[in-house]
């Protein structure tokens, strides 16, 4: 499977970005998809996470101001942004949520000015 991460870019704290992740493959729509992120000098770290189903979670640093959704018959996962601080600097990336991850493939970087 091939990832493909975008919609990234500069933006000022409290503005907002939409990411888009497209998946190859058949795959993608019984896989449980994450996204992640790893700002400069830090591992990589999880973002958020939705079931085949829709379901949701969320870690604490971004509960309330991202929105992880997808779309099966486009293979594709978004990352709603919103209320961005200078902290969410980072590149961004999904896979899979479960078992052994993917190729990470470029990622998108998010840059968020204060």
């Known amino acids: 499977v091939q990832l493909q991460a975008s919609g990234g870019g500069l933006v000022q704290a409290g503005g907002s970005l939409r990411l888009s992740c497209a998946a190859s493959?058949?795959?993608?729509?019984?896989?449980?998809m994450g996204w992640y992120r790893q700002a400069p000098g830090k591992q990589r770290e999880y973002v958020a996470d939705?079931?085949?189903?829709?379901?949701?979670n969320y870690a604490d640093s971004v509960q309330g101001r991202f929105t992880i959704s997808r779309d099966n018959g486009k293979n594709t996962v978004y990352l709603q942004m919103n209320s961005l601080k200078p902290e969410d600097t980072a590149v961004y990336y999904c896979?899979?949520?479960?078992?052994?991850?993917?190729?990470w493939g470029q990622g998108t970087l998010v840059t968020v000015s204060s």
């Open positions: 896979n899979r949520y479960q078992g052994v991850k993917w190729s």
């Open positions: 493959g058949s795959i993608f729509s019984i896989i449980v």
């Open positions: 939705i079931s085949t189903g829709g379901s949701t």
